[in-house]
């Protein structure tokens, strides 16, 4: 695809609203591309030809820092991106997309040193469990969780809130090159001269949440980035872990939108070794309509306590999820009922 061609689908894509049909789009690159064949001080531009201008540079742009734009028609578009309402029609990726399952791990910016190293020991276990670790790319826990994966021979995706030509924050500059060097990729929503601005980091939270297919939580204020990524990931069914460090996150224990956890490697060990078995098939079969912990207890004959270490495996697995304090089989447990034969709960093709 030419350059011409490429910002005319990316126009058409991320900028709707600035013609009113594909017809308009075709005629402004058309008389673009005339002006362009020209001196430009000698030939003033149309509204129009200059939204196609702007259009080009984005092109220009993206081969400059070597990035490219990911459609939601490609195959490699991650499709957990469908679970929030308006899934951005294309995406500026840098690097490669992993292709196994993906694990988000946010948390405080100005974190504490133990959860800087709990971030970067749970990025390497999931590593080690065969998934690829999400994370918004800023200081603190992301940049731990981006560098735990690396260290751990991993891949590790970064969705930032600014365009890709300007990655925020610049000070993590040199880790962003790390992810890609590593076989990860820094991935944006916004074309790449876009500048960071605190609605876009929102907008980058739900992207984190839909992109992974469970979200841990290390350390969260009461207003933060990790608090919005959670409450997006709880929105849409995945499951939500907290580490009950900071307001945030003891907020998202104490409402019944998350589960604690305090040993997060034992835990990544926990999932990986559990089955779909039998016992595993009743336990979802009674999760199929969302039920409150003791209500399960009851029904299955055991403890509160015992049911709630269960379910918190199960969450992990990405085969139960919690919302609103009842708990509920995700589609994935959904599936795991009906399947025939036992599989792993870690199988990334499961999730594809």
């Not at 495996?313 to 304090?325: E, I, K, M, T, Y």
Request: aromatic share 8%; charged share 15%.
């Amino acid at each position: 695809m030419n350059q011409l061609r490429l910002a005319q689908r990316i126009a058409l894509a991320v900028g709707p609203g600035l013609f009113p049909s594909a017809c308009q789009v075709d005629q402004a690159f058309g008389r673009y591309t005339a002006a362009a064949a020209t001196h430009w001080g000698q030939l003033g531009l149309s509204e129009a030809q200059q939204v196609a201008r702007y259009f080009h540079d984005v092109v220009l742009s993206l081969q400059s820092i070597g990035a490219f734009a990911l459609f939601a028609d490609d195959p490699r578009y991650p499709q957990g991106l469908s679970a929030i309402s308006s899934p951005p029609p294309v995406l500026f990726v840098r690097g490669c997309l992993p292709t196994t399952i993906a694990s988000g791990v946010v948390g405080a910016r100005g974190a504490l040193y133990q959860s800087i190293d709990a971030a970067q020991r749970l990025a390497g276990a999931l590593v080690e469990a065969g998934h690829a670790v999400v994370s918004g790319g800023a200081i603190g826990v992301d940049a731990a969780a981006h560098r735990g994966a690396i260290d751990a021979g991993g891949a590790t995706v970064a969705i930032i809130g600014s365009g890709l030509a300007f990655p925020y924050p610049p000070v993590n500059r040199a880790l962003f090159d790390r992810i890609v060097e590593a076989g990860g990729a820094v991935v944006s929503p916004f074309v790449p001269q876009t500048r960071v601005r605190g609605f876009l980091l929102v907008k980058r939270n739900a992207l984190i949440a839909a992109w992974s297919t469970r979200l841990f939580v290390i350390e969260a204020a009461q207003r933060s980035g990790a608090l919005s990524t959670a409450r997006h990931a709880s929105r849409i069914g995945r499951p939500v872990f907290a580490r009950p460090v900071g307001e945030g996150a003891r907020w998202l224990i104490s409402s019944g939108k998350a589960s604690a956890f305090e040993r997060l490697d034992q835990l990544v060990a926990q999932g990986e070794a559990s089955r779909v078995d039998t016992e595993t098939r009743r336990w979802l079969e009674c999760l199929q309509q969302p039920i409150a912990l003791t209500a399960l207890a009851e029904r299955l004959g055991c403890s509160p306590g015992a049911a709630a270490a269960r379910l918190m495996r199960l969450q992990f697995a990405g085969l139960v999820s919690l919302g609103g304090g009842l708990y509920r089989a995700t589609t994935m447990g959904l599936r795991a009922v009906g399947a025939s034969s036992q599989s792993a709960l870690f199988d990334p093709s499961s999730l594809r």
